[in-house]
């Protein structure tokens, strides 16, 4: 009986050192795919140097920030359109970008994008002395 319990106790102690270092290795990997994510939100280049080419884009006011990332990401204009979105909540456009056809080039970034798809909102009060 001494035999199996000591069995047990060393397998039991196996199991958990295993447990361990699989949990660091996670951490560990989970760490470093967040720190790379994060830091291409603020350093993600354009997807093309130079001039790049230009494409025309229909934003509607029905299109959520993820189907504009996924229309831009269709047409070769961002890499991902998930990291897009996070770019999106990030910048100082949230409240901004309107729908509207645009003229877009893959040599621009992401926040140049989103600069270039501000939409001027008309005031009410000019409106009402008309």
């Not at 470093?32 to 350093?43: L, N």
């Not at 989103?114 to 939409?119: G, K």
Request: glycine share 8%; hydrophobic share 40%.
């Amino acid at each position: 009986m001494k035999v199996m319990s000591i069995i047990g106790a060393v397998a039991g102690a196996i199991f958990r050192v295993v447990a361990a270092i699989a949990a660091v290795y996670l951490i560990y990997q989970g760490s470093g795919i967040c720190y790379d994510y994060g830091y291409r939100i603020f350093t993600e280049p354009a997807v093309s140097p130079g001039q790049g080419r230009t494409v025309t884009v229909s934003v509607t006011e029905e299109m959520s920030p993820f189907d504009i990332g996924e229309l831009f990401e269709s047409r070769g204009l961002v890499r991902d359109a998930k990291l897009f979105v996070l770019q999106y909540y990030l910048s100082e456009y949230t409240k901004d970008v309107g729908p509207g056809t645009f003229e877009l080039s893959t040599a621009m970034t992401a926040e140049e994008m989103m600069a270039a798809m501000v939409v001027e909102k008309e005031d009410p009060e000019e409106e009402t002395e008309e």
